[in-house]
């Protein structure tokens, strides 16, 4: 905060050692706090994420599941309204869809269906996205679907940063939190505060100013829309990056005012356009900011295929930089 | 030439405020006409490019005679409806009636055989509107040749300087163009004259109270109350509210009431406050101060001298008691507000000093008669003692 006194001290991380030691600090930090999941314990999570937390807290608040999404998430729904604070793991999203109903119909209903009377406090986290050929039933990008349920909270931690300092707050929040992991954000390596330690998740962040054109994104394709605003820059358009990090509320007022400001939005989204996340997001701008643009709103989605395997396939049909660039210069005309 | 109130004839060209080829946006002041009412501005009803003038500076012609010539997106080619080019302004001709571009070209006019409409881009819109620019003129560098915000800033130069000093009021023309219009009015119109006292307390306390919270600038004066309490109690007497011609009566759909404002060296003009039932009595007052500025500095727009559909004048703290008023012909009624004084009024049966005012009308008999504008009066009187509904 200050820019007095010296430095912060920093260390290098991974965005996988991010997540686990966040789980670590509140297992430490409240005794209702548990992890469960399918071969989380004995094996270390399917991207070892949670390796070494069964040897360090045993196998009470670390407890491999069946293979049975169903089973487990409904167990700690149950858990979290008996007064625990359960973390459950879901491999994929494409999973969780095993576990659809105690998510919709159990969890985000009942504070409302018990009259205010029963909080649902659990973490479900899940990895989402492609780009590790695992083809189209463990890589698609279906958070946008959750962000359509009212009675969750939906985020996207796309900095280490986040993947630090989210689970805190998601865990204090009295109602369900879902986190989605990108998968290919795990092996990311960065610096970290050693301070670093719980952060909101209700604001949209600006990752980088600019005047021209606004480039709102999330979670895996962050990296990939702050190279393409590098690019940009070269050409002398300056990009505006938003990180959006909630998707469920959307932080429409920092969406709203950078476009308001550029004048031109370019959506990029890992997700299928037809009914996506990038298709509300639009339909805010068209709502808030019709009067202030200049351009229409683009968008940079994934191919609307199941996710092909091969590797010149898989990448062919997801959002890349230079797709992100060319649908930028063309709000601009250029 | 437009006719810019009943007794204008001829008017002189002083100067052009835009040049051929520029664009011209609806509301547009394009030039200034001289008239016995002072230096008008004069403004264009059309959105289009302004393809060629007719008259120069100096030149006197009657109303009616072409001034320019303006091409419209979707219209006739402005050339279609030209006269030879060579052709001096008329110098004096019969008066015409200003009447469409040779054959009206209905097609055309929606726009449908217009060719591809010019994509303008939302922000470039609200910008064009608010800065009085054509943006459908606009060379685009945006998407797919779009006009986008930053060619309207490019091309909403910022207001040229003062030019050279312009006419402003004679006096003595005034005074003629009074004279006519007075004497046309009392020579035709079958005027009838009512009078109501009305008690002001309830206005003057509220309007005390107001005042009380604001700096001086932002103070409300009497006369915009009385204003809007005649543009309401209008939307139920529409035969005060409008314009007799040579056909009959026409009801004015929209209220804008004149504004009587006297010149200081004597001489008097009643411009319009447009659309005043719908504007709050802050946007009146802003209107008010706006036409009182420009009427004494002797720069009226043109739709501010045509447009008025009744007159109200308010003699204010220091007038007579009550004022009966000629109705300033093709309109068919004009109110009075005298100056309000304490007198003793009888409230509950007993005898109290009120501040009264006399409220008159003076109406076209050919149009409406004594009952309905004692209804009237009585509407006016009724709105007064309820001004936080004003």
């Known amino acids: 905060m200050s820019a007095e006194g010296p430095a912060p001290a920093t260390m290098r991380t991974t965005y996988r050692e991010a997540v686990r030691q966040a789980i670590r600090e509140a297992l430490l930090a409240d005794e209702r706090v548990f992890l469960m999941g399918e071969d989380i314990g004995r094996y270390g999570g399917c991207y070892a994420v949670s390796k070494g937390l069964l040897a360090e807290f045993g196998p009470e608040r670390i407890r491999d599941t069946p293979l049975s999404e169903g089973a487990y998430v409904g167990a700690g729904i149950g858990a979290a309204l008996g007064g625990m604070r359960p973390i459950v793991e879901v491999m994929t999203v494409n999973f969780s869809l095993l576990a659809l109903d105690q998510i919709v119909n159990n969890a985000a209903t009942l504070l409302h269906m018990s009259g205010g009377q029963f909080n649902v406090p659990v973490v479900i986290r899940m990895a989402t996205g492609a780009g590790r050929q695992v083809a189209a039933q463990h890589s698609h990008s279906l958070e946008g679907w959750y962000a359509h349920i009212p009675g969750i909270k939906i985020v996207a931690p796309a900095t280490i940063e986040d993947a630090r300092g989210m689970l805190a707050t998601a865990l204090r929040d009295p109602n369900p939190v879902l986190i989605f992991e990108h998968v290919m954000l795990y092996n990311m390596e960065g610096d970290l505060a050693a301070t670093a330690g719980a952060v909101d998740i209700e604001k949209a962040v600006i990752r980088r100013p600019g005047r021209d054109v606004s480039l709102l994104t999330y979670g895996g394709t962050l990296f990939k829309t702050l190279e393409a605003a590098d690019a940009l820059a070269k050409e002398g358009i300056q990009a505006e990056v938003v990180d959006l990090r909630s998707l469920r509320p959307l932080d429409e007022a920092t969406i709203v005012g950078s476009v308001s400001r550029t004048r031109r939005a370019v959506i990029v989204d890992e997700g299928w356009k037809t009914g996506g996340l990038s298709a509300e997001i639009m339909a805010r701008i068209m709502e808030h900011a019709f009067w202030e643009l200049d351009a229409p709103v683009a968008r940079v989605c994934s191919a609307e295929i199941p996710m092909p395997y091969p590797r010149h396939l898989e990448q062919a049909a997801l959002p890349q930089p230079a797709a992100i660039v060319a649908a930028a210069r063309g709000t601009l005309g250029r | ?390």
């Open chain 2, 1 to 390: 030439m437009p006719s810019l109130g009943a007794d204008m004839e001829t008017g002189t060209l002083v100067e052009w405020l835009k040049n051929p080829g520029e664009p011209v946006h609806r509301g547009d002041v394009i030039a200034v006409v001289e008239t016995q009412k002072g230096a008008i501005e004069i403004e264009v009803f059309e959105t289009g490019v302004l393809d060629r003038v007719l008259l120069t500076p100096g030149v006197k012609v009657p109303v009616g005679t072409p001034m320019a010539l303006i091409s419209t997106p979707g219209g006739p080619p402005a050339t279609a409806a030209a006269p030879p080019p060579a052709a001096p302004a008329p110098a004096l001709v019969q008066p015409l009636r200003p009447s469409p571009p040779v054959a009206p070209a209905p097609i055309a006019r929606v726009g449908v055989a217009a060719g591809p409409r010019p994509h303008v881009s939302p922000a470039a819109r609200k910008l064009a509107e608010a800065r009085g620019v054509s943006a459908a003129a606009l060379t685009g560098t945006g998407p797919g040749g779009a006009v986008v915000r930053a060619d309207v800033e490019r091309a909403a130069a910022p207001p040229p300087a003062e030019g050279p000093k312009r006419a402003g009021l004679d006096l003595g023309e005034m005074r003629k163009a009074i004279a006519a219009a007075m004497a046309r009015s009392k020579r035709e119109i079958p005027h009838y004259y009512l009078s109501q006292p009305v008690d002001m307390s309830a206005t003057l306390d509220w309007l005390k109270a107001v005042n009380a919270a604001r700096q001086p600038p932002e103070r409300l004066l009497l006369a915009v109350v009385l204003l809007k309490a005649v543009a309401l109690a209008l939307e139920d007497f529409p035969e005060f509210n409008g314009f007799y011609r040579d056909d009959g009566f026409h009801p004015s759909e929209t209220i804008h009431p004149g504004t009587a404002i006297a010149i200081r060296g004597g001489g008097l003009v009643a411009p319009a406050i447009h659309d005043a039932d719908e504007k709050t009595l802050d946007e009146l007052m802003a209107a008010l101060h706006d036409l009182v500025a420009r009427t004494r500095a002797g720069r009226l727009r043109s739709s501010e001298l045509f447009d008025p559909t009744i007159t109200v004048t308010s003699l204010g703290e220091r007038g007579a008691e009550s004022v009966l008023g000629v109705i300033y012909p093709p309109q068919v009624a004009i109110v009075g507000f005298g100056a309000p004084a304490l007198r003793p009024w009888v409230a509950g049966g007993r005898i109290e000093a009120r501040p009264l005012m006399t409220v008159t009308l003076a109406g076209d008999h050919r149009v409406s008669d004594g009952h309905r504008g004692a209804l009237f009066l009585l509407e006016i009187e009724r709105r007064l003692q309820h001004p936080e509904d004003l």
